[in-house]
């Protein structure tokens, strides 16, 4: 059994004043006087008094600003997704707490049946989408929360009845979590990125790992096996009993579970029966990195009861998202594609793939996150 809403968070703190922390905020300023007792959020050095802060503390919320000092004694901190664990801040606001965790922790435990949590370095929004649509094609209601933006938390109060969450989780919002236990948890790639927040690619792959740690022999996990971190989470799930669908867009895996392309065709393969669904080229989406995302969005999909048929359909209707190799016109017989949602080399690098080679002119900047650019320069 999960958590209940009915136990009493007590004195909470809220690390961060972005969109994350504020809706963190709102939420349990929401649960007083009955579960919490307070709510106080500290909004980092550069947070300032503003309309937000005024709008907060009028809920009832205390605000703390212009610091990175956490005091007082808290039964629980909720932390912004953007603070690293080795901070002083976090560690400052560890040093008062009982318990330090992340807002989806928070989120799954105020509502925890009916999670689907989608991570990877690459890809994580097209597929949260994507799968959100497929449920969607099938009556089913659900909703993209997490790092796609719309925080969990703002999402518990109107949560349907037999609503689910599909979750884009980043490995940041995943290295505070606990408890979460989502019901399919999916893991598309790992390259690397974000090095500057975990250090080294160790604590990035095992931060991306924690969404497979509470799953059960009744869950699915479905694991990219096209790169050698994701092959080794995949035989550690399989080594605990864990169902897992090999993904692949290079192979055929073998085993019960599995979701490939075979003749350029989308197949799952679940428990032993096969689906075909539909031709990749049949997607809206370009690339073969796409046909990787539409694999593992039917596998969740069809995991959780939607027909074969459904998900075909949905496949074939799903369009491209904004700032994800999305057609941006046609100026002089040049087609502009913007895919500014492409914030590590990989994903150019996978972009790419989508395009005849010689074919593209290509315009980049921005900060290297402090990871190798010699792939890229050859791509």
């Known amino acids: 059994m999960g958590p209940t809403t009915q136990s009493h968070l007590g004195d909470v703190a809220v690390l961060g004043l972005g969109r994350t922390g504020e809706a963190a905020a709102r939420y349990l300023a929401s649960l007083v006087p009955g579960r919490v007792r307070s709510v106080t959020l500290f909004g980092g050095a550069a947070s300032e008094e503003g309309e937000r802060t005024r709008a907060l503390e009028a809920e009832g919320v205390r605000c703390v600003l212009g610091t990175e000092e956490v005091s007082g004694r808290y039964d629980l901190v909720v932390a912004s997704p953007g603070i690293p664990v080795d901070s002083a801040f976090f560690r400052s606001a560890a040093a008062c707490a009982a318990e330090v965790v992340g807002e989806p922790e928070l989120a799954w435990r105020e509502s925890p049946e009916r999670w689907v949590a989608i991570t990877g370095t690459n890809g994580k929004t097209t597929t949260t989408s994507l799968a959100t649509h497929l449920l969607g094609e099938a009556g089913l209601p659900a909703e993209a929360v ?219 900047g921005g900060h290297d996150k402090m990871t190798d650019l010699a792939s890229l320069a050859a791509a």
Not at 196 to 203: L, V
Not at 204 to 211: F, I, L, P, T, V
Request: with cysteine; hydrophobic share 45%.
């Open 146 to 364: 997490g790092n796609i933006g719309t925080p969990p938390t703002e999402a518990v109060p109107a949560r349907p009845e037999g609503g689910w969450f599909v979750a884009e989780l980043s490995s940041f919002q995943l290295a505070t979590t606990r408890l979460l236990h989502p019901r399919v948890a999916v893991l598309l790639n790992v390259t690397p990125d974000h090095l500057e927040w975990h250090h080294t690619m160790e604590a990035y792959a095992a931060a991306k790992e924690r969404a497979f740690a509470n799953l059960g022999a009744g869950d699915l996990a479905v694991v990219s096996v096209d790169d050698g971190p994701c092959r080794a989470v995949a035989s550690r799930c399989e080594a605990r009993g864990l169902r897992v669908c090999r993904l692949s867009v290079h192979g055929e895996p073998a085993g019960p579970c599995a979701a490939f392309l075979r003749g350029g065709e989308l197949v799952v393969r679940l428990d032993g029966v096969e689906r075909a669904l539909c031709r990749a080229a049949d997607l809206r989406i370009v690339g073969l990195h796409n046909a990787e995302n539409a694999l593992a969005a039917s596998a969740v999909a069809l995991e959780l009861g939607v027909s074969a048929e459904d998900v075909a359909r949905g496949l074939r209707s799903f369009s491209p998202i904004e700032h994800r190799l999305e057609p941006a016109g046609t100026v002089a017989g040049v087609s502009y594609v913007n895919d500014s949602k492409a914030t590590n080399t990989d994903a150019v690098e996978k972009a790419l793939t989508g395009f005849a080679p010689g074919s593209v002119v290509l315009l980049l």
